[in-house]
């Protein structure tokens, strides 16, 4: 089956740290990848949606100068948390779509600690 | 915009006793439905998905869904219940294409032995 590898899956660090978390879709293009924030015990928010080549849509309430995406080719997509503070602790998941009718296939996590 | 609710936050099942989990949709035209399982720490896992056709969906590690309209429902079953089934199962709701995808609250199995 399809294959979305993230990386890393944990990462601790300083306030004010930029941290970049990587997806990659391994065994097909993903045309649209989607990067959603998750809460402890709660369901994944979608957080921004990134076709390769062109900007982000992000969702309401995100802050697009906070969480940078790039999406320079079918097989890779980041995303770059700039000055993280606390607050920005979270499990962050991506996910990669080849578009159609195909479904989305999600990458394992990164656990971000902030400090 | 489409939204999903999963009614039940917590369900505790005996191992070998049948399971259903509960999945109710919002959303004007045809939806595609999914479900995926999350376990402790890790990424979603896709069990099954409904696009069209069948009503009755069968998916991966004896999970079935069954998507009826008329109840704007897509409740995923089991007939018998392993202890490795304890985790975290997420409804999702797609429009369109599919690229844009709603998540449940989510329902957490735990399995007694």
């Known amino acids: ?115 | 915009a489409q939204s999903v609710t999963q009614p039940d936050i917590h369900i505790t099942v005996s191992e070998g006793a049948s399971l259903e989990l509960r999945c109710n949709y919002s959303y004007g035209a045809t939806p595609y439905l999914f479900w995926y399982v999350q376990s402790p720490g890790q990424g979603l896992q896709l069990l099954l998905k409904y696009f069209s056709g069948d009503t009755l969906v069968q998916g991966i590690k004896g999970f079935e869904a069954e998507f009826k309209r008329s109840q704007s429902s897509f409740n995923l079953r089991k007939p018998s219940v392993h202890w490795s089934d304890a985790a975290e199962y997420f409804c999702a709701v797609g429009a369109n294409n599919n690229n844009d995808m709603r998540f449940g609250a989510g329902t957490r199995l735990t399995v007694k032995p």
């Open chain 1, 1 to 115: 089956g399809a294959v979305v590898s993230q990386h890393p899956s944990w990462v601790i660090c300083k306030s004010g740290t930029s941290v970049k978390i990587e997806c990659r879709s391994l065994d097909f293009q993903a045309t649209t990848m989607f990067w959603y924030r998750q809460f402890p015990k709660q369901s994944l928010m979608l957080m921004a949606t990134s076709n390769e080549g062109s900007k982000a849509t992000y969702e309401q309430g995100v802050e697009k100068d906070k969480f940078l995406i790039n999406h320079a080719s079918l097989t890779l997509s980041t995303l770059t948390v700039t000055s993280a503070h606390p607050e920005d602790s979270s499990f962050y998941i991506c996910s990669a779509g080849a578009g159609g009718l195909k479904p989305q296939h999600f990458g394992d996590g990164t656990r971000l600690s902030i400090l």
